[in-house]
């Protein structure tokens, strides 16, 4: 156990600030579209730079603090708004930070190439989702959390229904349908539940729900687990391939990153500081909800293996895949728990990769499916030779971010004696290769029909989706420099 | 000290004189004379907040003058922290409210801004007032104005709305007169003391049956006020007929004096009562919850979808009330704040919509985004504030309640969820129909954006959305010890009702031993 290092700063809030302003900048220059994406790559660098500058003290194993509201401790003891950085939220927020500066080169590339309607908006939106992230990231108990759970929801919505056709429309309610709903119908009444019980709603590493009934334990557990909807678990994943309506660049790194990893990371967040993995252990339920998240990896990788539609497909990849995360987590043995924080950092570049190039494809030849996309791979060598990287990575390869993760989770099933998991990991290993394999396949050996139209993206996509592909191969290389910040933790 | 609250409620009175000597012709001066009235109405009523003293469940700045001695009548005013929060949400609504109403009425303007001013007295009697009789005037005179808002400013059907708001709330009042007259002989007849004084009856011990019978008197009367389903059917026609100015104060004020009610007399003179009726009168306020919203998800009809959010967001002020926690009752204080905003806003909104196309129905509009921006901004976000989402003060109000009546019966609780849930979806799926899409409606094409006006009235509210969202501790705190005082008087009513079936117990045991 180490000892507890705190430290104040505001470095967490204006992290979180920053996006928001840029929201304000962009709407105000939103007729000059050059300062327009110039004011959201600015903002971007600045909120990487400024999550970075926290690495010294996360690297110490300090906890970085900021309460912004405390509300009066009369009538409503305990809860307050307020920030905390720690190991876990400094990841993902570094994650989210970096892949966004990537994104903003790459939106600009493909919304100005599409010429697509209202970009002043989607860039507002985009900063608005990036603070809510960030603002996940940086919770210090549920409430804020919850605050910026919300946030997210409402700003991808527009997101989502960026084109303005009925299909975005529909696409649109269901998503708000089923993030809102789990959001209201579950999450909520879970921490209102919390609160009441336990009278407090903060993290602590030892968890805060010692003493209650197992009913109750039983009860939020699942209520947070089934109310988490942005973490795609089945039966409430279905927003997620709804989502792939909208421009690519969103569901690069909003369903692949930022949105979707916010879900999981909440997760992660309350079964290790809300509930403690030591209590939960005692509790006996970790092993049946690893066994529930075991449905979503496998089910959602067969759905996947039946589309055609290139980003449909990976849709149904990221729900499978980040159901390893909630698996991971609920092994509740160390390797588990660090093998599902590390999926969290390697999926995102791994699969915000896989989206840049399906986005680039859609640009340079305009396909969507995967059945017309013969022969790419001689016509568009960058984008296939990155997104080659982004498959492997999703099925395991060594020594990409992927085989990293598959690796730590298998020794967590072993130490957890969960055999049957092990058995979930594997198979599910083989359905990554059977639905990515056949794209590479049909990109690399089938013959084109019009190799003369085919060209490449322009080059501030590539240079967006090769850093991605850089970074997924760095994640893997150096996987142990993430899982050494997380010694606090797990 | 200066009779600070007497200033409150004469400022507006005094308006209204004014305006009598105003001619007729020259509306905007009228109309300038009433704005003013209600500003300097709320400045006079900001020192209320600023020296209010936290830490006392006591009555502040009370008034105390002789009336009618053979009654034991007084004219009699204080503020605690639950009436604080009404007298100054009425001072500044009123204000939004006269500023938002300057183009809307054009007939009689004149006799319409001077029933606007003696309401605007009225309501702040209502709140103020610490002696039943006093109550009742003000409470009465609160009708009559509101009356002819609605029967003269009103729309089409604006008679049958009177009408039948007229005989609802008389029917409430006239069983609250009467269960006033019985409290008052009772009184006298334990004490030999005739009073009005609505504080001494706070302390009065009651024979349990007759507590409740006036309870439930003073419940019907509430409940109409509310509203509770099922009295409810009076409101949603009174709204959609009332002019905007009506709806919103209607909103904004005059529902919170159902639940007001709630807090000043059926709680403190009736406790026992009260914790015995606590689950069906909690049952009734689920019930209206999740009617309400059902009812506003199936209307074609704007202001009528308000209206029935209104009942759907009141059940939540009623079922915190009556679980009798510091969570609940200080989030029911919280959530009559928040209505008061947020639903004042929803209206004004409709009322921007209504007098630039005259139709209040959904189906007439779609993609109003495109040619109102501005409109677009400040709608999504008293939208979001009403369904409760963070950052806005619903969601406080609404965390507020859930965590209180949690704590008092979780299954309430669950269920009360399903209402927050509908909340968002009846609110969104309002805006999604209003605001996105195409632009199908010819006439919908050329409507203008926001005028500055409208954008200054709209600017306040949306600032206390945000404010009491972010940071409601200066109200949480101002309620704190009143509230405390009131839970403290719930929890020995509990403990006495508990002991009850114990000390029927020992009394069998006695008997049995006699025998």
């Not at chain 2, 999604?432 to 632009?439: S, T, Y």
């Not at chain 2, 309620?479 to 009850?500: C, G, I, Q, S």
């Amino acid at each position: 156990m180490m000892t507890l290092k705190t430290i104040v700063s505001i470095v967490p809030l204006l992290a979180i600030l920053v996006s928001l302003l840029a929201a304000f900048g962009i709407f105000f220059l939103r007729n000059l579209p050059n300062w327009r994406e110039g004011c959201s790559i600015l903002a971007a660098l600045v909120k990487f730079g400024l999550v970075m500058s926290l690495y010294p003290l996360i690297r110490d194993g300090y906890t970085i603090e900021c309460p912004i509201v405390a509300f009066p401790a009369g009538i409503l003891p305990n809860l307050s708004f307020a920030l905390r950085v720690d190991a876990l939220g400094f990841l993902f927020a570094g994650v989210a930070s970096f892949l966004w500066i990537l994104t903003t080169l790459y939106s600009i590339g493909y919304m100005r190439t599409l010429k697509e309607h209202a970009q002043a908006r989607y860039y507002v939106c985009f900063a608005l989702a990036l603070t809510g992230a960030l603002g996940v990231a940086f919770s210090a108990n549920l409430l804020t959390l919850f605050l910026f759970y919300e946030l997210i929801t409402v700003s991808t919505y527009l997101l989502v229904v960026h084109e303005e056709t009925t299909e975005a429309y529909s696409a649109g309610t269901k998503y708000l349908t089923y993030l809102m709903g789990t959001g209201k119908l579950f999450f909520l009444p879970a921490i209102i539940f919390t609160y009441g019980l336990t009278g407090t709603l903060d993290f602590k590493s030892a968890g805060i729900f010692s003493g209650v009934s197992p009913f109750w334990v039983g009860l939020t557990l699942i209520l947070f687990v089934v109310g988490v909807a942005k973490a795609g678990l089945m039966p409430f994943h279905n927003w997620l391939p709804s989502a792939m309506v909208a421009p690519t660049p969103v569901s690069a790194l909003l369903h692949a990153v930022a949105v979707v990893k916010a879900g999981v990371f909440t997760i992660v967040r309350i079964v290790v500081h809300i509930y403690g993995v030591d209590f939960l252990s005692t509790m006996g339920l970790g092993a049946w909800m690893a066994l529930f998240a075991s449905i979503t990896v496998v089910g959602a990788s067969i759905i996947a293996l039946r589309q055609d539609n290139l980003k449909m497909r990976l849709a149904y990849s990221t729900i499978s895949q980040l159901s390893y995360v909630v698996l991971g987590v609920m092994l509740l043995s160390p390797d588990g728990v660090r093998g599902s924080i590390l999926q969290i950092v390697a999926h995102a570049f791994g699969k915000i990769t896989l989206f840049f190039c399906a986005g680039a494809i859609y640009v340079g030849i305009h396909k969507k499916y995967i059945s017309e996309m013969a022969g790419i791979g001689k016509t568009m060598p960058w984008t296939m030779g990155a997104f080659t990287v982004g498959a492997f990575s999703m099925i395991g390869v060594p020594p990409l971010a992927g085989f990293a993760v598959k690796w730590r989770l298998l020794l967590g099933a072993m130490e957890a004696h969960q055999i049957l998991i092990v058995g979930v990991l594997l198979g599910s290993t083989l359905l990554n290769a059977a639905y990515f394999l056949p794209i590479l396949k049909t990109a690399y050996f089938d013959e084109s029909a019009d190799a003369a139209h085919q060209h490449e993206a322009p080059l501030i996509m590539r240079v967006a989706l090769i850093s991605t592909a850089i970074g997924t191969c760095l994640v893997g290389l150096y996987s142990d420099f993430f899982v050494s910040l997380l010694k606090g933790i797990a | 000290m200066f009779p600070i609250l007497s200033a409150v409620i004469l400022i507006p009175l005094i308006g209204a004189l004014t305006l009598l000597f105003v001619p007729k012709k020259s509306e905007n001066l009228i109309r300038g004379i009433t704005l003013l009235t209600a500003i300097i109405d709320f400045a006079v009523s900001l020192p209320l907040y600023c020296d209010f003293k936290e830490g006392t469940a006591a009555m502040q700045f009370a008034e105390r003058i002789p009336w009618i001695p053979s009654w034991g009548a007084e004219y009699s005013l204080g503020l605690d922290g639950i009436s604080l929060f009404m007298v100054l949400l009425t001072t500044f609504s009123c204000v939004v409210v006269y500023l938002a109403t300057w183009t809307a009425v054009e007939k009689h303007v004149k006799e319409f801004n001077i029933a606007l001013l003696v309401l605007q007295a009225a309501m702040v009697g209502v709140f103020c007032a610490l002696d039943f009789v006093l109550f009742y005037v003000f409470w009465e005179l609160m009708l009559i104005p509101m009356y002819l808002l609605i029967g003269i400013w009103g729309g089409q059907r604006r008679i049958y709305a009177t009408v039948k708001f007229f005989i609802y709330t008389m029917g409430g009042s006239v069983l609250m007169l009467f269960a006033i007259l019985v409290l008052y002989f009772q009184y006298h007849a334990a004490t030999g003391i005739y009073t009005f004084d609505i504080l001494k009856y706070h302390s009065f011990a009651m024979d349990k049956t007759l507590q409740f019978w006036l309870f439930l008197c003073f419940f019907i009367a509430f409940a109409i006020k509310v509203p509770i389903w099922p009295f409810h059917t009076w409101l949603p026609d009174a709204h959609v007929e009332a002019p905007t100015a009506g709806s919103v104060i209607l909103a904004g004020i005059l529902l919170k004096m159902g639940t007001y009610g709630f807090l000043r007399f059926s709680l403190p003179i009736f406790p026992d009562a009260s914790v015995s009726a606590a689950w069906w009168v909690s049952a009734v306020a689920i019930i209206g919850i999740i009617f309400g919203a059902f009812m506003a998800l199936a209307q074609d009809d704007m202001k009528k979808l308000v209206a029935y959010s209104s009942v759907s967001h009141l059940g939540f002020v009623v079922l915190g009330t009556f679980a009798f926690t510091l969570r609940g009752i200080s989030g029911g204080i919280m959530q009559m704040i928040n209505h008061g905003i947020s639903t004042g806003a929803l209206f004004l909104i409709v009322g921007i919509l209504y007098e630039r196309r005259h139709t209040r129905l959904i189906a007439e509009y779609g993609g109003i985004a495109k040619v109102m921006p501005k409109f677009a901004f400040i709608f999504i976000i008293v939208a979001l504030s009403s369904m409760g989402m963070p950052l806005t003060n619903g969601f406080i109000g609404e965390v507020m309640i859930l965590i209180g009546v949690f704590e008092a019966n979780s299954v309430y609780a669950a269920l009360a969820v399903v209402g927050v849930l509908l909340g968002a979806a009846y609110m969104l799926w309002l805006f999604r129909r209003v605001m996105f899409g195409d632009l199908t409606n010819e006439k919908n094409k050329t409507l203008p954006d926001l005028s500055a006006r409208e954008l200054t009235y709209m600017a306040p509210l949306i600032v206390m959305i945000f404010l009491l969202g972010v940071y409601p501790n200066p109200v949480i705190r101002k309620m704190d010890a009143t509230v405390a005082n009131l839970v403290a008087t719930m929890e020995k009513a509990k403990v006495a009702r508990l002991a009850h079936p114990a000390a029927l117990a020992a009394n069998l045991d006695m008997d049995k031993k006699r025998d």
